[in-house]
């Protein structure tokens, strides 16, 4: 078919479908959809809690459980030793279908019939982890989230194969590392983007370098401040001199770091070995189009947060990966799936399931919430391969002649995501606001719904002022001092987080993990391209910055030639 110009349900911007686009959905046998990319990932990242945890008691073994639930939900939620346990039957709780009532309003009535998993997280692959969201295999962690194969790490997002670090966004394959943002190495502190790196401060989009201060697109370098060579024993005796263990040193650092970074030109867009393909923060990926945070992802488009290979021709998939193909209109979805159609958290070997959230080794399930190890289901009722089929031809059809129509006159026909109504979470608690942010009267104008914060109560026992200015003068019993960030939020200093504060020679931070998470996340590009041409040969490119930024602005082979 030829390319196709639509208006997006949602924000009413145009959106074009691509000839390659419509080849995918026919392959996928669905139709076209009618929100853009970007509405559509907003509206993926409503049904994903990954930050905010509550306590509260399980509902089948009463016990505490740390949950992306709160107690107000109108839900069941089983502690994650019960829910993965024996002590109940998901085919327990089920619906007969109903002809005459809307099919998403009988998915509503079934999320509150079955016990919900407290959080998403591989429960027999956790040691000592209690206090993470959306991982699998961590060891001594506390407060990571979208994190597998991780080993004493902190305040951590987006991290696969990370040993002894905290404060990292997006980073893989890491050790002793501190405050950074993508790359991969070993003690990188406070740095973006460096690549095979060693013992790097505050450096930036810096490849196969070490020991190196405040630099910015250096390559296989060693000894340099600021882009400046040093001698061994000249750099180690400035590195002192910086006092780096003092939060008053990282104070005045910060202030003229940023502004630093920015005299030198960016390449426009952060990747590294791809083929074929358009995005940010891309890497190993082949035919990938407008991707972002990805690895390995071939033959796809319009997917985000895709950490763990392989992933292969899946359209509008946020999370995950590992092994996933065939899959369009997800999110949290891998480890061995296919053919997964507008799904939340699919994961073990799930196949052909749609419309359905938390399945776990699953298939040829529709409509369905909180099944294991089940076949031919609809509504988490079973049926016979026979049945199955017809039922669901007559879902699809009812679907497409009585779409769902919600609050705000956006219409949900088969080929859809879910409906906004049917998230569990408010806005303001779901992965949304940290690549859209809206205030209260914003979300709630859209339709969306909005949670007041409740604020705990909790006693400050020291101020941020008197924390001491040297990491080397904080006593080991500083961990049972309460503190109070600016943003009102009361945060603590646990025990892992604090030996590697001593280990690193970095100072207490005196701002809570979800500030500190916010300002790395504003150092990034958000996942929306813009058209621009190269500053230096005017070459056409989409990239991450937009014409009004004022950075330099170079395609591949421009910004090679500047590269030192």
Same mark, same amino acid.
């Given at each position: ?6 208006t997006?349900q949602?924000?009413k ?26 509405c559509r ?5 409503m049904?994903r809690?990954?930050?905010v ?24 939620v ?6 993965w346990g ?12 109903d ?6 309003e ?5 999320q ?7 959080k998403v ?20 962690c506390?407060?990571?989230?979208d994190a ?14 990370l040993?002894d670090c ?10 002793l ?5 993508g790359g991969?190495g070993?003690?990188?502190?406070f740095?973006?983007?460096c ?31 600021f882009?400046e060579?040093?001698?061994?024993e000249e ?12 939060y008053?040193?990282?104070?005045e650092?910060q ?12 390449k !426009?867009? /952060?990747?590294?070995? #791809?083929?074929n393909?358009?995005?940010n =923060?891309m890497?190993?990926?082949? &035919?990938? +189009?407008? @991707?972002y945070?990805?690895?390995?992802v ?7 947060f ?25 999110v949290?979805?891998g480890e061995?799936v296919?053919?997964?159609k !507008?799904? /939340?958290a699919?994961? #073990? ?5 749609? =419309?359905?959230?938390?399945?776990? &080794?699953? +298939?040829? @399930? ?11 289901c ?11 089929e017809?039922?669901r ?16 006159g956006?219409?949900f026909?088969?080929g859809?995501f879910?409906p906004?109504d ?14 859209f ?18 604020r ?5 026992t ?15 019993d500083?961990?049972k001092?309460?503190?109070n ?6 945060y ?33 590009n ?9 500053d230096?040969c005017?070459?056409?490119f989409?990239?991450?910055f937009?014409p009004?930024r ?14 030192m």
């Amino acid at each position: 078919m030829n390319p196709e110009t639509k208006t997006c349900q949602n924000c009413k911007n145009q959106f074009t479908i691509e000839s390659d686009d419509f080849s995918f959905y026919e392959k996928m046998q669905v139709p076209a959809p009618t929100f853009c990319p970007q509405c559509r990932l907003q509206r993926r990242m409503m049904f994903r809690n990954e930050r905010v945890l509550y306590k509260r008691n399980c509902d089948l073994c009463h016990e505490s459980a740390i949950s992306v639930l709160s107690t107000d939900k109108p839900y069941k939620v089983y502690c994650s030793k019960c829910w993965w346990g024996e002590g109940w039957d998901c085919g327990d709780y089920y619906l007969d279908y109903d002809p005459n009532i809307n099919f998403f309003e009988q998915i509503k009535e079934l999320q509150k019939r079955t016990p919900c998993m407290d959080k998403v997280v591989s429960y027999t692959k956790l040691v000592n982890s209690d206090y993470i969201n959306h991982a699998s295999t961590c060891k001594n962690c506390y407060l990571i989230f979208d994190a597998d194969d991780c080993e004493n790490v902190y305040y951590s997002t987006t991290a696969v194969n990370l040993k002894d670090c905290s404060d990292c966004l997006m980073m893989l394959n890491s050790e002793l590392s501190y405050g950074c943002i993508g790359g991969n190495g070993s003690g990188l502190y406070f740095s973006d983007n460096c690549i095979e790196c060693i013992d790097m401060w505050y450096s930036k989009a810096c490849l196969g370098c070490h020991d190196c201060f405040g630099c910015v697109n250096l390559q296989k370098k060693s000894y340099h401040i600021f882009n400046e060579p040093y001698t061994k024993e000249e750099y180690h005796k400035k590195i002192k001199e910086m006092n780096l263990d003092t939060y008053e040193a990282h104070s005045e650092i910060q202030k003229t770091i940023y502004s630093f970074w920015e005299k030198f030109p960016r390449k !426009y867009m /952060y990747s590294r070995m #791809n083929v074929n393909s358009t995005g940010n =923060y891309m890497r190993n990926c082949k &035919n990938a +189009k407008e @991707c972002y945070q990805a690895v390995h992802v071939e033959d796809s488009a319009y997917c985000q947060f895709i950490t763990m290979a392989p992933f292969r021709d899946c359209y509008d998939i946020s999370e995950w990966g590992h092994g996933a193909e065939m899959c369009i209109e997800a999110v949290t979805t891998g480890e061995g799936v296919s053919h997964v159609k !507008y799904c /939340y958290a699919i994961w #073990n070997n799930c196949q052909n399931i749609e =419309y359905s959230m938390f399945l776990i &080794n699953c +298939k040829n @399930c529709f409509g369905c919430m909180n099944l294991r190890n089940k076949e031919y289901c609809i509504l988490n009722k079973q049926y016979t391969e026979e049945e199955y089929e017809v039922l669901r031809e007559q879902i699809i059809q009812g679907m497409t002649e009585n779409p769902y129509v919600d609050g705000m006159g956006r219409v949900f026909y088969y080929g859809e995501f879910f409906p906004y109504d049917l998230s569990i979470f408010a806005y303001n608690e779901s992965y949304a606001p940290q690549y859209f942010p809206l205030d209260k009267t914003q979300i709630e104008s859209k339709g969306f719904k909005y949670l007041e914060p409740k604020r705990p109560d909790y006693k400050q026992t020291i101020e941020l002022g008197d924390i001491p200015n040297s990491i080397h003068d904080v006593p080991d019993d500083f961990i049972k001092e309460v503190l109070n960030c600016k943003c009102g939020k009361f945060y603590k200093i646990v025990v892992g987080e604090l030996q590697l504060l001593k280990r690193f020679g970095i100072p207490v931070p005196r701002s809570c993990s979800d500030c500190r998470h916010m300002s790395r996340l504003n150092r990034m590009n958000m996942p929306k391209l813009y058209d621009r041409n190269c500053d230096s040969c005017g070459v056409a490119f989409k990239t991450g910055f937009s014409p009004s930024r004022p950075e330099k602005i170079l395609c591949e082979s421009c910004y090679q030639k500047e590269v030192m």
